[in-house]
C-alpha cells in the first residue's frame, strides 16, 4: 500500500467544506501529530467500528490549509495498493 500524494503520483485535490475553495497539502497528519500516540485507546465502540490501525493502514492522512477560511483540517487520502 502507497499514498499517490506521498509519492508525488498525485496531487492532492481537496475542496473546503466550508468555502469549496482548492486547499493546499501541508503533508501527513502523522508529521503533524508526532508528540502525540498514533492511534486512540481501544474503547467499547472499538468493536463495532474498523479500528485506527486497520483504517491508517488503508488511508493516509494529509492536512489541508484553506487559505480563504484560514483553517487548517485533515483529509483521508485513499492508499494505492
Ligand atoms: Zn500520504
Ligand atoms: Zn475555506
Redesign the pocket.
Known amino acids: 500500500m502507497l499514498?499517490?500524494?506521498?509519492?508525488g503520483l498525485e496531487q492532492?485535490s481537496v475542496q473546503c467544506p466550508s468555502c469549496a475553495m482548492q486547499t493546499d497539502d501541508l503533508?501527513?497528519a502523522v508529521d503533524f501529530t508526532a508528540p502525540y500516540a498514533p492511534y486512540q485507546p481501544d474503547d467499547d465502540e472499538a468493536t463495532m467500528t474498523i479500528s485506527g490501525a486497520e483504517l491508517a493502514a488503508i488511508t493516509?492522512?494529509?492536512v489541508v490549509y484553506c487559505r480563504l477560511c484560514q483553517a487548517v483540517f485533515e483529509a483521508s487520502?485513499q492508499?494505492w495498493p
Not at 499514498?3 to 509519492?7: E, L, Q, V
Open positions: 499514498c499517490p500524494i506521498c509519492n492532492l503533508g501527513r493516509c492522512n494529509h487520502v492508499k
